[in-house]
């Protein structure tokens, strides 16, 4: 596979479940971002991954966790959503140098919160 | 702070006519300034970039921008429309051109192409 890959596509769950969703790139990148776009609001940054270390938290609430294992992966897990969590997910990944790269991004995710 | 502004929410324009959409930027230093698409379903295709030099780069499917730092602007072009160009298109800047990532976008662009 190339590029960024994220799993699952659609996912539906209640206020109480725990989920999490997942982003693999394919791409040598160091960095990867989780984005959120919600109808009628411009795509916000969430989370930044520089070298797997968290540089940046837009004042998400706690209820969405990253985690960043390595530098390929990047996980979002969910608990206690609301509905209006309910958006699609984007990740996203660059090469972070001097010149660096531009962001690549996976097709997203799909949440329902119901 | 900075920000991004896409004036017009939705636009439709017929297939073979031109196509300008507009971005207006707010930002102290030199921006490095992206235009990307989104398709239906689908996460977002980088369409072109700009970081210095010439102020018209030209980018993938036959779309320009042009960069106009008195206007703090930079608006993207197609000169003939196609059906396929319908997405939603997004005016951002990064904050740094070493971490291009780190995105602020707009609000986005409807196209709509009439046959």
């Known amino acids: 596979e190339t590029g960024v890959t994220q799993t699952p596509r659609h996912l539906v769950m209640g206020m109480t479940n725990k989920k999490s969703l997942k982003c693999e790139q394919h791409?040598?990148?160091?960095?990867m971002y989780w984005y959120k776009q919600s109808a009628k609001k411009p795509l916000e940054l969430m989370f930044v991954?520089?070298?797997?270390?968290?540089?940046e938290n837009n004042s998400v609430p706690s209820r969405f966790s990253p985690e960043c294992p390595n530098s390929s992966h990047l996980f979002l897990h969910l608990h206690t959503l609301q509905p209006e969590d309910s958006a699609l997910y984007l990740c996203?990944?660059?090469?972070?140098?001097?010149?660096?790269?531009?962001?690549?991004f996976g097709q997203g995710t799909r949440l329902t919160v119901v | 702070a900075q920000s991004v502004t896409q004036p017009d929410i939705h636009i439709t324009v017929s297939e073979g006519a031109s196509l300008e959409l507009r971005c207006n930027y707010s930002?102290?230093?030199?921006?490095?300034l992206f235009w990307y698409v989104q398709s239906p379903g689908q996460g977002l295709q980088l369409l072109l970039k700009?970081?210095?030099?010439?102020?018209l780069v030209q980018g993938i499917k036959g779309f320009e921008a042009e960069f106009k730092r008195s206007q703090s602007s930079f608006n993207l072009r197609k000169p003939s429309v196609h059906w396929s160009d319908a997405a939603e298109y997004f005016c951002?800047?990064?904050?740094?051109?070493?971490?291009?990532?780190?995105?602020?976008f707009g609000k986005g662009t409807k196209l709509s192409v009439k046959p």
């Open positions: 996203a990944s660059s090469q972070v140098r001097r010149g660096g790269t531009e962001a690549f």
């Open positions: 791409l040598g990148h160091n960095a």
């Open positions: 991954y520089n070298f797997k270390e968290q540089t």
């Open positions: 930002y102290g230093a030199t921006p490095y």
């Open positions: 700009y970081f210095s030099g010439d102020t």
């Open positions: 951002a800047v990064a904050l740094t051109g070493g971490s291009q990532g780190n995105l602020i």
